[in-house]
Protein backbone atom coordinates (compact mmCIF):
# COMPACT_ATOMS: atom_id res chain seq x y z
CA UNK A 1 0.00 0.00 0.00
CA UNK A 2 2.86 2.54 0.72
CA UNK A 3 4.05 2.69 -2.86
CA UNK A 4 0.22 3.51 -4.03
CA UNK A 5 0.16 6.32 -1.15
CA UNK A 6 3.33 7.78 -2.81
CA UNK A 7 2.30 7.75 -6.12
CA UNK A 8 -1.35 9.01 -5.34
CA UNK A 9 0.91 12.03 -3.88
CA UNK A 10 2.61 12.62 -6.53
CA UNK A 11 0.20 12.47 -8.87
CA UNK A 12 -1.38 15.34 -6.90
CA UNK A 13 1.44 17.29 -7.03
CA UNK A 14 2.46 16.88 -10.72
CA UNK A 15 -0.47 15.75 -12.43
CA UNK A 16 1.29 12.54 -13.30
CA UNK A 17 -0.26 9.23 -13.10
CA UNK A 18 2.89 6.20 -13.35
CA UNK A 19 1.57 3.18 -11.29
CA UNK A 20 3.91 1.34 -9.08
CA UNK A 21 4.03 -1.78 -10.94
CA UNK A 22 5.57 -0.39 -14.46
CA UNK A 23 9.04 -1.26 -15.43
CA UNK A 24 11.16 1.82 -16.17
CA UNK A 25 14.93 1.73 -17.87
CA UNK A 26 17.44 4.19 -17.22
CA UNK A 27 17.34 7.60 -18.16
CA UNK A 28 13.44 7.97 -18.32
CA UNK A 29 12.43 11.85 -19.89
CA UNK A 30 8.59 12.67 -18.94
CA UNK A 31 8.30 16.99 -20.25
CA UNK A 32 5.73 18.71 -19.62
CA UNK A 33 3.85 15.93 -17.27
CA UNK A 34 0.43 17.01 -17.13
CA UNK A 35 -1.69 14.28 -18.16
CA UNK A 36 0.39 11.59 -18.31
CA UNK A 37 -0.85 7.50 -17.32
CA UNK A 38 1.30 4.73 -17.29
CA UNK A 39 -0.19 1.45 -16.77
CA UNK A 40 1.09 -1.21 -14.50
CA UNK A 41 2.05 -3.82 -16.95
CA UNK A 42 4.25 -0.99 -18.65
CA UNK A 43 8.01 -1.81 -19.54
CA UNK A 44 9.70 1.25 -20.74
CA UNK A 45 13.35 0.79 -21.90
CA UNK A 46 16.19 3.20 -21.49
CA UNK A 47 16.66 6.73 -22.45
CA UNK A 48 12.38 6.85 -23.47
CA UNK A 49 11.07 10.38 -23.83
CA UNK A 50 7.07 11.01 -23.69
CA UNK A 51 5.37 14.65 -23.51
CA UNK A 52 2.37 15.93 -21.84
CA UNK A 53 -0.85 14.08 -22.01
CA UNK A 54 0.46 10.55 -23.36
CA UNK A 55 -1.41 7.60 -22.12
CA UNK A 56 0.14 4.40 -22.32
CA UNK A 57 -2.62 2.28 -21.31
CA UNK A 58 -4.58 -0.70 -21.49
CA UNK A 59 -7.68 -1.12 -24.50
CA UNK A 60 -9.64 -3.43 -21.97
CA UNK A 61 -9.39 -6.42 -19.70
CA UNK A 62 -9.70 -9.96 -19.92
CA UNK A 63 -11.94 -12.30 -17.87
CA UNK A 64 -11.87 -15.96 -16.93
CA UNK A 65 -14.87 -18.17 -17.40
CA UNK A 66 -16.34 -16.99 -14.08
CA UNK A 67 -16.57 -13.69 -14.57
CA UNK A 68 -13.27 -12.60 -12.54
CA UNK A 69 -10.36 -10.25 -14.98
CA UNK A 70 -6.94 -12.17 -15.57
CA UNK A 71 -4.05 -10.72 -13.98
CA UNK A 72 -2.12 -10.88 -17.25
CA UNK A 73 -0.02 -7.87 -19.34
CA UNK A 74 -2.17 -5.48 -20.64
CA UNK A 75 -0.56 -2.17 -20.99
CA UNK A 76 2.52 -1.38 -24.10
CA UNK A 77 6.34 -2.30 -24.34
CA UNK A 78 8.42 0.87 -25.33
CA UNK A 79 11.94 -0.35 -26.51
CA UNK A 80 15.01 1.92 -26.43
CA UNK A 81 15.15 5.33 -27.12
CA UNK A 82 11.33 6.05 -28.42
CA UNK A 83 10.06 9.12 -28.09
CA UNK A 84 6.34 9.88 -27.88
CA UNK A 85 5.27 13.48 -28.26
CA UNK A 86 1.95 15.32 -26.71
CA UNK A 87 -1.49 13.62 -26.32
CA UNK A 88 -0.89 10.32 -28.20
CA UNK A 89 -2.38 7.07 -26.54
CA UNK A 90 -0.66 4.03 -26.95
CA UNK A 91 -3.35 1.17 -25.70
CA UNK A 92 -3.07 -2.76 -25.08
CA UNK A 93 0.09 -5.03 -24.93
CA UNK A 94 1.78 -3.50 -28.04
CA UNK A 95 5.35 -3.26 -28.70
CA UNK A 96 6.94 -0.46 -29.99
CA UNK A 97 10.18 -0.74 -31.21
CA UNK A 98 13.45 0.59 -30.53
CA UNK A 99 14.69 4.21 -31.80
CA UNK A 100 11.04 4.90 -33.01
CA UNK A 101 8.69 8.04 -32.84
CA UNK A 102 5.19 8.17 -32.53
CA UNK A 103 4.35 11.89 -33.32
CA UNK A 104 1.31 14.22 -31.15
CA UNK A 105 -2.31 13.13 -30.92
CA UNK A 106 -1.82 9.51 -32.24
CA UNK A 107 -3.77 6.33 -31.33
CA UNK A 108 -1.55 3.36 -31.48
CA UNK A 109 -2.98 0.05 -31.01
CA UNK A 110 -1.01 -2.57 -32.90
CA UNK A 111 3.19 -3.14 -33.01
CA UNK A 112 5.54 -0.98 -34.09
CA UNK A 113 9.01 -2.11 -35.55
CA UNK A 114 12.21 -0.89 -34.65
CA UNK A 115 13.39 3.15 -36.26
CA UNK A 116 8.94 3.56 -36.83
CA UNK A 117 7.91 6.82 -37.27
CA UNK A 118 3.76 7.62 -36.78
CA UNK A 119 2.63 11.01 -37.42
CA UNK A 120 -0.97 12.50 -37.99
CA UNK A 121 -1.88 13.41 -41.60
CA UNK A 122 -1.28 16.92 -42.71
CA UNK A 123 -4.26 19.32 -41.59
CA UNK A 124 -6.14 20.84 -43.96
CA UNK A 125 -6.71 24.75 -44.37
CA UNK A 126 -9.78 25.92 -46.63
CA UNK A 127 -10.93 29.57 -45.88
CA UNK A 128 -14.79 30.35 -45.46
CA UNK A 129 -16.37 33.23 -46.46
CA UNK A 130 -19.92 34.42 -46.07
CA UNK A 131 -21.25 31.77 -44.24
CA UNK A 132 -19.99 29.03 -46.92
CA UNK A 133 -18.33 25.81 -46.20
CA UNK A 134 -19.94 25.43 -43.09
Known amino acids: ILPRLITEMAHSATGIDIHPGAEI ?18 IIGSHVRIYQGVT ?3 KSFKFDAAGNILREPRHPILEDRVVVYSNSSILGRVRIGHD ?3 GGNVWQTTDLPPYSRV ?13 GGI
Do not use: K, P, W
Open 25 to 42: GDYFSIDHGTGVVIGETC
Open 56 to 58: LGA
Open 100 to 102: SVI
Open 119 to 131: VQGRATVSGFENG
